[in-house]
């Protein structure tokens, strides 16, 4: 795990513990066999990966911790640059806000 890449990709989460914005609610959606993103005027539906990746967003993981988790659950390495890449992007898209820091 590269925590350079971790730090760089979303540094305006650093030190916090990343958490799905009061404006979406996620959840599993059987009909559509993915996680989605709902919100007032409609859904995002989310691949494999980013729901992976947003339902570990709880507000009481650092994004180091969340891509630990992930490399452990599917047996890879160096995904922080990716994770991190995806978090600053659910930022900027205002899925995400940064939680208060570790509990």
Not at 7 to 24: M, N, Q, T
């Amino acid at each position: 795990m590269n925590r350079e890449n971790i730090a760089e990709a979303a540094a305006p989460l650093a030190g916090a513990c990343p958490k799905v914005s009061r404006r979406f609610r996620l959840q599993w959606e059987e009909a559509q066999q993915s996680w989605v993103l709902l919100y007032p005027e409609g859904m995002v539906r989310l691949n494999r990966s980013a729901g992976e990746i947003l339902r570990r967003c709880d507000g009481t993981r650092t994004l180091e911790t969340i891509v630990g988790e992930l490399e452990q659950s599917f047996g890879a390495s160096d995904l922080s640059a990716d994770v991190g890449a995806f978090i600053d992007m659910a930022r900027q898209q205002q899925w995400l806000e940064a939680g208060a820091g570790r509990p």
